[in-house]
């Protein structure tokens, strides 16, 4: 179903529409919730060592992933916006604009990570037990960066032709073959009881490295698949015999890409760096500390996923309506977003606080761990809600153009609010005043970004 012109402005139509539209993006960051469960249950059940290698160097790969993030939205942006409005040839002349700038920022990527995995560890104050294997994780993870990033870059661009199904679909699927690949690769060959009959199943044995090449894997084949479906299969945007890789106007384009894409690009650059400060203030009070922090940070995971894809399709949504002229239907499509997410959200914070324990204990044996994650994520429940609404309009946010006053925002929450309480309460109070810290300061945010939207006149 097309985004604009679908009928009626009703909210209750309208808030249907915006349910199907999401269901796919919502679903496949479902399917990634599962994934990472799984990955940090292995690597959970191998060890507190193993979780905490992949753990201290999450921050720098979700800098990374940020990154190749703020490109596809700098272009995505623009291709929804001439989409919605009718000029497919143009949304088609800044896709190919941006594909090639993607795959060259992918590969400077790559280089930097490789450059910087043997010093992350140390700069991170890990302990030395698992400075080599953090190393290696994200060595893994760095030569992937070109995958990561066309990956990204071909979801985005048919979500921005209007096709939400088939990226959803193959993101689920690059989940499910993570999970595979892992465990093949995790553990060793060993044998296993299936229905009482005896079973050996392969595997490589290769611990933390294992996660890291099965992770990688999936994201190079999704990554294959992903632009076949976007330059061979898409009606509106695959390539026309005829038209010239580089069209008219790349210069434009690739500013207007800078403007909108920089101001998100500088915000996961300072976002990242204080969650970075935040886990440098962790680790020294050790791999359990870490551990824990890492376990909990999948587990609570399942309660904001959701309402991220929801704001993945939100500036796709935002940005064709806005591109068809129609700000009041794209201001109503987004409070019908906010709603939804809303809805899935509270259902799931009482999950994660009534049955903290029982997801901890999915992940982990260990009774310390489960017992202090359990602590941490209680007191996360309640900061779930305005996480959702913050993630959900800072899609909407993206879609109109408007990226500079939300990475004021993110950033000055983070700044002004996260990093001095965590200063303040990580001495007395361990990893729980880390996590209380993050609490208040992800409400405080939800707070802000909910004021930017309602108010804004864009």
């Known amino acids: 179903m097309s985004m604009n012109n679908c009928g009626s402005t009703n909210k209750r139509e309208l808030f249907r ?11 496949a960051q479902v399917s990634s919730v599962v994934m990472q469960y799984i990955d940090a249950a292995m690597l959970g059940h191998l060890n507190a060592d193993a979780a905490a290698a992949a753990g201290v ?16 939205t700098g272009f995505t942006v623009q291709a929804a916006q001439a989409s919605g409005g009718g000029e497919q040839a143009r949304a088609r002349g800044i896709m190919r604009h941006g594909l090639w700038v993607a795959f060259c920022v992918g590969i400077c990527m790559a280089l930097l990570g490789l450059w910087l995995s043997v010093r992350l560890p140390v700069w991170l104050g890990a302990e030395a037990s698992i400075h080599g294997s953090a190393a290696r994780y994200f060595q893994i993870y760095a030569i992937s960066m ?16 209007g096709n939400m199904r088939v990226p959803g679909m193959l993101t689920a699927g690059m989940y499910g073959m993570d999970v595979l690949f ?7 060959t ?18 933390v490295e294992g996660a890291a090449l099965g992770t990688a894997l999936s994201e190079i084949l999704t990554g294959l698949l992903m632009l076949y479906m976007l330059l061979a299969r898409e009606p509106g945007m695959k390539l ?55 376990l909990a940070i999948t587990a609570e995971s399942f309660c904001y996923m959701p309402a991220y894809g929801i704001g993945l399709a939100q500036v796709a949504i935002t940005g064709r309506e806005i591109g068809a002229g129609d700000k009041k239907r ?18 799931l914070s009482v999950v994660l606080f009534l049955f903290a324990p029982q997801l901890m204990r999915m992940l982990t044996p260990d009774q310390e761990l489960i017992l202090l994650g359990t602590k941490i994520l209680r007191i996360e429940a309640f900061a779930e809600l305005m996480y959702g609404t913050q993630l959900v309009c800072a899609g909407i946010l993206q879609g109109r153009g408007d990226t500079l006053v939300s990475s004021t925002l993110m950033l000055g929450s983070l700044w002004l609010v996260r990093v001095p309480l965590s200063m303040l309460l990580i001495r007395p109070l361990g990893l729980v005043g880390a996590w209380l810290a993050m609490s208040i300061e992800l409400n405080v945010r939800g707070i802000l970004f909910l004021l930017r939207f309602q108010f804004s006149k864009r």
Do not use: D
Not at 149 to 161: E, F, V
Not at 199 to 205: E, H, R, S
């Open 190 to 207: 060993r044998r296993l009881e299936l229905f009482h009959l005896p079973l050996t199943v392969p595997g490589a044995g290769l611990g």
């Open 57 to 72: 160097v999450a921050s720098v790969t979700w800098l990374f992933g940020g990154l190749c993030a703020a490109l596809t």
């Open 146 to 161: 070109p995958f990561v990033q066309l990956n990204g870059y071909a979801a985005g661009m048919l979500q921005s032709s």
């Open 240 to 294: 026309r015999r005829g038209e010239p890789f580089f069209a008219p106007g790349f210069r434009e384009v690739l500013g207007r890409a800078f403007r909108l894409g920089s101001p998100i690009a500088l915000e996961q650059v300072v976002m990242r760096f204080a969650q970075t400060t935040v886990v440098g203030m962790i680790a020294p009070l050790g791999n359990v500390a870490m551990a824990a922090h890492s």
């Open 17 to 27: 529409l915006v349910m199907r539209l999401s269901l796919p993006s919502m679903w």
């Open 182 to 188: 892992n465990f093949l690769l995790i553990f060793p």
């Open 330 to 347: 794209a201001k109503q499509m987004g409070w019908a977003g906010i709603g939804f997410a809303a809805m899935v959200t509270i259902a």
